[in-house]
DNA sequence: CGGTACACCTGAGAA
DNA sequence: ATTCTCAGGTGTACC
């Protein structure tokens, strides 16, 4: 059993500050990853259907959705750690597409992640701004069976969340408040509790 | 010998108009053209310690410079036959890195330029807003043996001259019989007495 | 639409 | 080990 299988399955009982979230948690949805999301094209493309779901950059709301729409914005995700990834999330008009691209071939790495492995995203029941990323191996069965289950009901509810808080890329290890306003993207930092120090 | 080279090698003797000039001119630097150098990537990297030596695009002396270290300036050099070229030179934030852009493309065709060829930069002995540049197949020696044992002394000499300017770009320009402003870019036209019609 | 321009991004290697 | 550099990329906008 490699270091990361440890975290990955074993976190739920290992890290006792993260049980109560993981009870208030509800899955968004998961992706099996291609090749391409694993390899040298620093990326990871987020089915339409779900990242609209989920992860709206504009509703056809004018104003700084403009800017939202064509800068993208940062999300920030718990892992299964409590340490925080941030990621650029943003729509490719050229393929009709959202992916997150930068920070995600350092998840990617981190985690030794391969094709046929699946990433699954989730949320905070209650905090719905608080996300969560996770991970498992190919072939293993999702640790809870009741993850297919939840969806429908929470997507109307979360749309309304996203908005145009910013911080800039070299600012963000600087502070963990993230007082500093970004020119380029909308960030929601969805883990700002979190005191982690890392690199983006 | 092809067209290129002929003009390249036998210029000097070919145009006796600009033998005064050469014999004026110091070398700066030289770089052997990566393959991305002359790629489709349509832009020159100019290594940082001869950038911020001979090209500063802000002194530290605030105002002014912030919008040229923004939107970078225009740089026009005279090639080995006359004709001035006008590239757009700018910093690259995200890379740390000095680059030339617009224009560049052009260079690299008009001169059918390919990955190891060599260009480098010269400038007026006397008239320091002047520049050159020039280019030499790969594998070539440099036209003028003294020319490597020159740019280690001219270094320290030349250095002076670009810090120690006390009059802004935008300034030397309008002293000059250019006639339209730019918009978006400092410039300076080091080849203003060149009368060239060229698109950029 | 294709080519160019532009402002990003990253990995590998150098320092 | 960490930082810096820069060669090689990307998507997007514009013409």
């Not at 509800?26 to 339409?48: A, C, H, M, Q, Y």
């Not at 808080?165 to 020119?183: E, M």
Request: aromatic residues 12%.
């Amino acid at each position: 059993m490699s270091v990361n299988h440890y975290h990955n399955t074993l976190s739920l009982h290992q890290h006792h500050q993260n049980d109560v979230a993981i009870a208030h948690r509800e899955s968004l949805f998961e992706k099996s990853l291609t090749p391409s999301d694993v390899g040298k094209l620093n990326r990871l493309v987020i089915p339409k259907q779900h990242a609209e779901k989920y992860f709206p950059l504009n509703n056809g709301g004018g104003g700084d959705d403009v800017a939202t729409t064509e800068k993208g914005m940062l999300l920030s995700f718990e892992d299964e750690s409590g340490k925080c990834w941030k990621f650029r999330y943003s729509y490719w008009n050229s393929s009709q597409s959202y992916v997150l691209t930068k920070g995600w071939s350092r998840y990617v790495k981190d985690k030794h992640l391969d094709a046929g492995d699946v990433v699954f995203f989730q949320r905070h029941r209650f905090d719905l701004h608080r996300l969560f990323i996770g991970w498992r191996r190919r072939g293993e069965a999702s640790s809870s069976p009741a993850v297919s289950a939840v969806s429908q009901e929470a997507l109307v509810n979360t749309t309304a969340y996203w908005s145009g808080l910013t911080t800039p890329y070299r600012q963000v290890h600087a502070s963990t408040t993230y007082p500093n306003i970004h020119q380029e993207y909308s960030h929601y930092d969805a883990c700002a509790r979190v005191v982690t120090v890392e690199k983006l």
